[in-house]
């Protein structure tokens, strides 16, 4: 079965504290992994999207890297406004069509 | 602010009402989808619309009836919900649903069901 599993559950940081929050996957036919961010009572905002393994995408403090099994979002001297859940999504073929799964997501907090 | 409107952004209805939801996006998308999120949850497909045909229906009560009137809109219509039905519901889109692109996500509607 399609699995997407997001780890930690949460996070809390202080400002300035590097960290990786992990994506591991267990999906046939990916045909390509997200990262999103989400604030309270907003949509998921789309960050970076990852085809192959060894690809890496950066933005601003985010950097996100994908090997076969797992993806991993770095998040280098993160500010409190990096605070939020982040999502990773990976679109797999199933039944005939495509579909999104998503992760449980990582609830980030970074304090001053 | 995003390519993706959600209208109206609250919503409370009692269990007798009905009530729509409406979405539009103006990327020239072709699969447009509808999402439901509950606290602390991933957001929980509910359909999709590829060319304005539906194509996946999450096995999703009767209750809720989507409607897609054109490529650039997507409804969700509402009846008889329960109060287990108070959720962010969430509409997104992307450029097909068989094609490797991101979804685009709007800023939902918080929905309470009283």
């Known amino acids: 079965e399609d699995q997407v599993t997001q780890s930690p559950e949460a996070l809390r940081l202080q400002e300035g504290e590097s960290s990786s929050l992990n994506c591991s996957y267990t999906v046939s036919g990916l045909r390509g992994l997200f990262w999103y961010r989400q604030d309270p009572g907003k949509g998921p905002e789309f960050l970076f999207t990852l085809y192959s393994a060894g690809e890496e995408k950066e933005k601003e403090r985010l950097k996100a890297t994908l090997t076969k099994k797992e993806s991993f979002l770095h998040i280098t001297a993160p500010k409190p406004e990096d605070s939020a859940t982040y999502l990773c999504a990976v679109q797999a073929r199933a039944s005939g069509t495509y579909k999104y799964i998503f992760g449980t997501g990582t609830r980030l907090k970074v304090l001053a | 602010d995003t390519e993706v409107t959600q209208t109206p952004k609250h919503l409370v209805m009692g269990m007798t009402n009905k009530k729509s939801l409406k979405c539009e996006q103006h990327m020239g998308h072709r699969a447009m989808y509808w999402y439901k999120q509950k606290a602390k949850k991933p957001p929980e497909l509910m359909f999709v619309?590829?060319?304005?045909?539906?194509?996946i229906n999450e096995s999703v009560p009767s209750r809720f009836s989507p409607e897609c009137p054109n490529s650039s809109l997507l409804n969700l219509h509402l009846h008889a919900l329960q109060p287990e039905d108070s959720a962010l519901y969430l509409c997104?889109?992307?450029?097909?649903?068989?094609?490797?692109?991101?979804?685009?996500f709007g800023n939902g509607t918080r929905l309470t069901v009283t």
């Open positions: 619309y590829s060319y304005e045909k539906l194509s």
């Open positions: 997104a889109s992307s450029l097909e649903d068989s094609y490797n692109s991101p979804l685009h």
